[in-house]
Nanobody, 122 residues
Framework: QVQLVESGGGLVQPGGSLRLSCAASGSIFSINTMGWYRQAPGKQRELVARITSGGNTNYADSVKGRFAISRDSAKNTVYLQMNSLKPEDTAVYFC????????????????WGQGTLITVSP
């Protein structure tokens, strides 16, 4: 019914940059918060960054000043620009959205992407 498709992951050297994209498709009425989470091996999933429909953002302390989240609401797409990448940024990154569907416009539902692996290594 609703699908999130992520792209942009891969292998990058320390200090490098990557840009993730996540596009939502389906019977979407509106999308409120869009965000990115990550999960490193042996660790819990954690919030990286999120952005509201009004453009307010918040970031994990570990990525402030290095990552930037943005959205194109017309395209139902969220982006994550990652600069100055460090080995500790290595993880599977998941796109997350809270949205309303045309079938149930009064109900918010949480949708996750399938995850994309980012490896930061020399």
């Amino acid at each position: 019914q609703v699908q999130l498709v992520e792209s942009g992951g891969g292998l990058v050297q320390p200090g490098g940059s990557l840009r993730l994209s996540c596009a939502a498709s389906g019977s979407i009425f509106s999308i409120n918060t869009m965000g990115w989470y990550r999960q490193a091996p042996g660790k819990q999933r954690e919030l990286v960054a999120r952005i509201t429909s009004g453009g307010n953002t918040n970031y994990a302390d570990s990525v402030k000043g290095r990552f930037a989240i943005s959205r194109d609401s017309a395209k139902n797409t969220v982006y994550l620009q990652m600069n100055s990448l460090k080995p500790e940024d290595t993880a599977v990154y998941f796109c997350n959205m809270w949205m309303q569907l045309y079938t149930t416009p009064s109900a918010s539902r949480e949708v996750w992407g399938q995850g994309t692996l980012i490896t930061v290594s020399p």
